[in-house]
């Protein structure tokens, strides 16, 4: 970790003295040192985070039908499931509003795009448009940046 964590300083701190090329020398030495001074600069480190696991979905029954025995879902990817689901015991439905807000690698996008599958499987015979999806592709690649 701690090399990591010198790593990603030195990166960081080298993208900020190249963005920011500041001609004079004064000013120059101030953005280094506050760069570099591990007491009263910019980083103090290394900062450790450790994440407890998602919670599994706790009543998963298979409310979309094609997914693998095995499967079994995080409880926010369940939520998810049942209330953008286009179809409950056989019956058809209105997808509910659905916003899922949880950590980076936990699944978001499986939360909604199941779902969407889900419904294209289930109107296969249909005519005309089952979805359109409006993703931040941008957004997404700086964040994972």
Known sequence: PTHASNHIIG??????????SLAEQATAAGLKEFLTNSEEGMFHGPYVRTRL???PAADWSNLLGWLP???LPYRHQAEAFRR??????????????????TG???????????????HCLRTTGRRGIKALILYPMNALANDQA
């Open 104 to 118: 980076t690698g936990s699944g978001k996008t499986e939360s909604f795009l199941y779902p969407i599958l889900d």
């Open 53 to 55: 696991p998602y919670a």
């Open 84 to 101: 953008l689901a286009s179809s409950r015991d056989g019956e058809e439905r209105r997808p509910e509003p659905t916003l899922v807000v």
């Open 11 to 20: 990166g960081l701190s080298e993208y900020l003295t190249t963005s920011f």
């Open 69 to 71: 025995e095995h499967f």
